[in-house]
């Protein structure tokens, strides 16, 4: 297996962490992945297990800190992670992800460029999320932005079909919407729930999600993270 080196860097005015995990010895031309967690403040260590394990197959991975619990919803912190990560891919593609909050986050400034400072990723991946309300980057629901947006942008969704804490119909209606305005989109749905898309178990007693090696989730881990590898590399 691929050796995958982790640095904490350091993004925006505030100067908050983010997590760079990257094949060992890779190359700065390296593809980009910037991943954003979800509604838990602070939780960039949630996404390790999904971010080392695409760094594995041949990317960079950008996890930062964000807290959605901010006076603007997080947004400038969406905004400042994203202006790093450009420097980082430094003209390497640029692949956008995220999930639950984090996803509609990711979609929501895909489909919106004009509501994130004009920019557009490479390509866009998004697991456990929902869709039809505002989200924290732009301010307006993914799924009303879409009729309007750009239809080349390659859109990757996830959901595992046992989510009960989003429901699969939310990741559905986007893959609908999609299809039926033209956008180039695909949708996984992995036997497992909202933590196990991305390899993890929630916790009661820590109050978050930890790693897991139950095999619905390691499974659902393995093709997680090589969407998000694929998407980057293509």
């Keep these: ?14 100067a908050r962490p983010a997590d760079l995990h990257r094949p060992a010895g890779a190359a700065d031309g390296r ?6 967690h979800g509604r838990g403040p602070d939780e960039r260590d949630v996404l390790a297990p999904l971010a080392r394990a695409a760094a594995a197959l041949g990317v960079r991975v950008l996890v930062p ?12 912190q969406l905004l400042d992670s994203a202006a790093h ?7 390497a593609r640029l692949v956008l992800a995220g999930w639950s909050l984090g996803a509609k986050a990711a979609v929501g400034a895909a489909l919106n460029p004009a509501g994130f400072a004009g920019w557009r990723p490479d390509a866009v991946v998004a697991f456990a999320g929902s869709y039809a309300t505002p989200a924290p980057s732009t301010g307006t629901a ?13 859109v990757h969704l996830l959901h595992g079909s046992a989510d009960t804490v989003v429901d699969p119909a939310r990741t559905r209606e986007l893959h609908a919407a999609l299809l039926a305005h033209g956008h180039p989109a695909t949708l996984t749905e992995p036997a497992t729930d909202h933590a196990g898309v991305i390899g993890t178990a929630y916790s009661p007693t820590a109050a978050r999600c930890l790693p897991t090696t139950a095999p619905h989730a ?17």
């Design 218 to 234: 390691r499974e659902a881990l393995r093709r997680t993270a090589e969407t998000l590898a694929a998407a980057a590399l293509a």
């Design 31 to 36: 593809p980009v992945v910037l991943l954003w």
């Design 85 to 91: 990560a450009r420097e980082l891919a430094a003209g």
């Design 1 to 14: 297996m691929t050796e995958v080196r982790t640095t904490v860097l350091r993004y925006g005015p505030e």
């Design 65 to 76: 800190d964000w807290r959605p619990d901010a006076p603007d919803g997080g947004r400038s």
């Design 142 to 154: 993914p799924l009303d932005d879409l009729p309007a947006a750009a239809r080349d942008l390659p």
